[in-house]
T-cell receptor
Framework: GAVVSQHPSRVICKSGTSVKIECRSLDFQATTMFWYRQFPKQSLMLMATSNEGSKATYEQGVEKDKFLINHASLTLSTLTVTSAHPEDSSFYIC???????????????FGPGTRLTVL | SQQGEEDPQALSIQEGENATMNCSYKTSINNLQWYRQNSGRGLVHLILIRSNEREKHSGRLRVTLDTSKKSSSLLITASRAADTASYFCATDPPRGGGNKLTFGTGTQLKVEL
């Protein structure tokens, strides 16, 4: 089956530092990846759509200069939380959508998530 | 917010009982999907139902969809302690509207021995 990995699984950093989170599709190519944020006991909120070879599309209210997204290859997207603050502490989940092969819909496969704690 | 609503927010049942969770959404959809999330983990895809389908089964899972009411339900029969998790519905827009998923607020299910 399609597998998506994230690294690191958890990170603790000091306020003001930047943190990079990687999302990889291990056995398929993905032109589109999605980044979500999830606060405790809440649902997933889409932050941005990462498109290979082009700029990411951010959802309303998400600061593009704070959450930098790079989708450099068909199997890797990175999310960098710049100048992180305690309010950025959250669970970040990515998903990847395989290149359409005539499927009626583009299924998304989710990574295991990254727990970010900013002190 | 376009986020869907799910009810109940939390559900506690005994092993062997059935669990029913409901999801309502706000806009037209192409598909509706249900996911499970164990505490602190990623999402596991359970089942997808298309907008032109009304009911779908997969093992102990039964999903219904009523597009006129913009609602769906997930029934887990003969629940097990291992079913304890959060359950989310997610919708994607009609074809041509992109592939973004909008998640519901989720139901936390606890199955007790």
């Amino acid at each position: 089956g399609a597998v998506v990995s994230q690294h690191p699984s958890r990170v603790i950093c000091k306020s003001g530092t930047s943190v990079k989170i990687e999302c990889r599709s291990l056995d398929f190519q993905a032109t589109t990846m999605f980044w979500y944020r999830q606060f405790p006991k809440q649902s997933l909120m889409l932050m941005a759509t990462s498109n290979e070879g082009s700029k990411a599309t951010y959802e309303q209210g998400v600061e593009k200069d704070k959450f930098l997204i790079n989708h450099a290859s068909l199997t890797l997207s990175t999310l960098t939380v710049t100048s992180a603050h305690p309010e950025d502490s959250s669970f970040y989940i990515c998903s990847a959508s395989p290149i359409s092969g005539g499927q009626p819909y583009n299924e998304q496969f989710f990574g295991p998530g990254t727990r970010l704690t900013v002190l | 917010s376009q986020q869907g609503e799910e009810d109940p927010q939390a559900l506690s049942i005994q092993e062997g009982e059935n669990a029913t969770m409901n999801c309502s959404y706000k806009t037209s959809i192409n598909n509706l999907q249900w996911y499970r999330q164990n505490s602190g983990r990623g999402l596991v895809h359970l089942i997808l139902i298309r907008s032109n389908e009304r009911e779908k089964h997969s093992g102990r899972l039964r999903v219904t969809l009523d597009t006129s009411k913009k609602s769906s339900s997930l029934l887990i029969t003969a629940s097990r302690a291992a079913d304890t998790a959060s359950y989310f519905c997610a919708t994607d827009p009609p074809r041509g509207g992109g592939n973004k998923l909008t998640f519901g607020t989720g139901t936390q299910l606890k199955v007790e021995l």
